[in-house]
């Protein structure tokens, strides 16, 4: 089973916890760390409890199959997708996705990364692709 991580602004929360929820119904995919289901301190935390969460957060974006980036982006987006990123190089075959239903695109130097794939528009043809992806890799 592949796995993915969805990474937004804490505004766009549902919008995660939507896409996930999509993706998780193929079977194929699992979402490596939820952090849209935690309401116990990632933002209010005390130094140390968010210092874990940054921890598993960083672990998940650089284990994860998928990455997906879901615009509008937070500066902790940023990080993982630096993350991600860096995992790539170790792990050529992940895939990485920035996605943005309303193409207001933000050029961002790192967004621009050869294996940053961009997506617009319609999000259940974004969850197709990662689905057929998915099921490519899992025969």
């Not at 929820?21 to 935690?38: A, C, D, M, R």
């Not at 921890?55 to 982006?73: G, H, S, Y």
């Not at 902790?76 to 996605?99: T, W």
């Amino acid at each position: 089973m592949k796995t993915f991580y969805v990474a937004t602004s804490y505004e766009n929360a549902e919008i995660a916890k939507k896409l996930s929820q999509e993706l998780e119904k193929s079977g194929v995919l699992q979402n490596i760390y939820k952090w849209f289901e935690i309401d116990d301190g990632v933002q209010t935390g005390d130094y140390e409890q968010r210092g874990e969460y940054a921890r598993i957060e960083i672990d998940a974006t650089f284990n994860c199959d998928i990455f997906i980036m879901i615009a509008a982006t937070s500066r902790g987006c940023h990080v993982e997708l630096g993350s991600a990123l860096a995992s790539f190089h170790q792990n050529p075959k992940k895939q990485i996705f920035y996605y943005d239903e309303e193409q207001q695109v933000s050029i961002q130097t790192f967004y621009c990364h050869k294996s940053v794939k961009h997506r617009y528009g319609d999000m259940g043809i974004l969850i197709n692709e990662i689905v057929g992806l998915a099921h490519e890799r899992n025969p």
